[in-house]
């Protein structure tokens, strides 16, 4: 079992910033990937973005030049830095592990979310 805590959401205007954090209860070299996905009211949850333990990032077009993946290894936490705020990036920020068994198995592990809320 892996649990995961997110941290950093908050209120913000329009252009601004926020770092949004994801510990992790294992060490990350365990985890085959981590990332961000979120759910905006009345809406179905989206990816954000995916970094691989190689540390590779990956980001949905609406994110590209104004979010940045990246992981501690020694802190076992991934972070979303996420500058130029538009209030269409309001939603509630879950952070993702996935790990694939010896057998293929495909695990998937969610945090509890972290409310962003970007004000026009």
């Known amino acids: 079992q892996v649990q995961l805590v997110e941290s950093g959401g908050g209120l913000v205007q329009a252009g601004g910033s926020l770092r949004l954090s994801c510990a992790a209860s294992i060490s990350i070299f365990r985890i085959n990937s981590m990332g961000w996905y979120r759910q905006a009211p009345g809406k179905q949850r989206e990816w954000v973005a995916t970094?691989?333990?190689?540390?590779?990032?990956n980001y949905t077009d609406s994110v590209k030049g104004r979010f940045t993946i990246s992981r501690d290894n020694a802190k076992n936490t991934v972070y979303l830095q996420m500058n130029s705020l538009k209030p269409e990036d309001t939603a509630v920020y879950f952070c993702n592990a996935v790990i694939r068994g010896w057998d293929a198995t495909v695990y998937n592990y969610w945090g509890q979310g972290t409310q962003v809320t970007v004000s026009s």
């Open positions: 970094i691989t333990s190689s540390g590779s990032p």
